[in-house]
């Protein structure tokens, strides 16, 4: 893999974005089973390379369009902590007023028009985005980010027949964790979506658990699709931790993940150490800076008020 050309600070800013996705997953880890958090969750421990190399590349106003599993992609987007964990503790004060909960997350200030719980369902609002940035001669781009399991849907084909066709700058993000909750992809999926995506738009492939591998390759989709103005593929295989849905660890017997091998933030920090762009005390620093951005917002999150029956009436 080539290494990506950035400042120094910006690699350390990646380690970052990475700590404040895990952090607040092992928070979660921590609190969930008291009830507190009045939301089904989908952890993305393991799988925060994905959503923190991809956004690195976005700016401001390029749109991501979420399923699911939104924690990741929502904090690397931009979206302020305190106004994630508040909506996960149901308070007003939570991006989406407490009415969405982890898998209805909003904040149209940094690209994010909502998240849908419809497995492939926001696959084509992603490329509705497209569409309105195409129409309106706008040089940005929309990401659709889904997983192995949404590319069953139909809607999942004819979105890049649609983008392909219509020229639109649609990056389609594949976060391939090879489950379709339980199901190993070898069950539910025979083409390959990378290969059968060949055919509409240029394809790209990381290392889901390596984030300067996404990084690098979502730099060379981005830029194809700023270039031409026309849809990408990028496909990035990488290790669900915990249960689809819930705060119990993987235990299916096909799933063999090595916490350190497969640890995104693990190979970055190596990287950091043995490239010398970061001390010890450096990345111990930034923990500390991400642990208190944490209970920063926690804090918020138990001050901040729940909705009243108001609320209710129409």
Known sequence: METP???????????EQLLRIR??????????????METPVHLTLGQEAVAVGVCANLDKDDVLSLGHRTHAGA?????????????LYGRTTG?????????????????????????GGNIALGVGAGLSFSLQSKDNIAVSMFGDGACDAGVFWESMNYAALAKLPVLFLLEDNTLS???????????????????????????????????????????????TGGPAFLHCPTKRWMKHQGVEEEDLPFIHIDRSKDCPIQKLERYLLGSH????????EIRARVDQALADA?????????????????
Do not use: W
């Not at 904090?75 to 909506?87: D, N, Y």
């Not at 991006?95 to 497995?119: N, R, W």
């Not at 926690?298 to 129409?314: C, M």
């Open 75 to 87: 904090l690397a987007k931009g979206m302020p902590l305190k106004a994630l964990v508040a909506e």
């Open 23 to 36: 952090t607040l997953s092992e928070h979660i880890l921590e609190v969930y089973q008291d009830d507190v």
């Open 95 to 119: 991006c989406s007023g407490s009415y969405g909960g982890s898998m209805h997350v909003y904040d149209p200030e940094h690209g994010l028009h909502g998240s849908s719980a419809i497995v």
């Open 277 to 284: 762009l970061a001390t010890p005390g450096k990345l111990k």
């Open 298 to 314: 926690v804090r918020f999150a138990k001050e901040s008020p729940y909705p009243n029956p108001e609320v209710l009436e129409v």
């Open 5 to 15: 050309r950035m400042k120094p600070a910006e690699f350390l800013d990646l380690y």
């Open 181 to 227: 909750n339980v199901m190993p992809k070898s069950k539910h999926l025979f083409p390959d979506p990378a290969a059968i995506a060949s055919h509409f738009m240029p394809t790209f492939f990381a290392d889901g658990t390596d984030v300067l591998s996404v990084y690098q390759a979502a730099n060379e989709a981005c830029g194809e699709i700023r270039r």
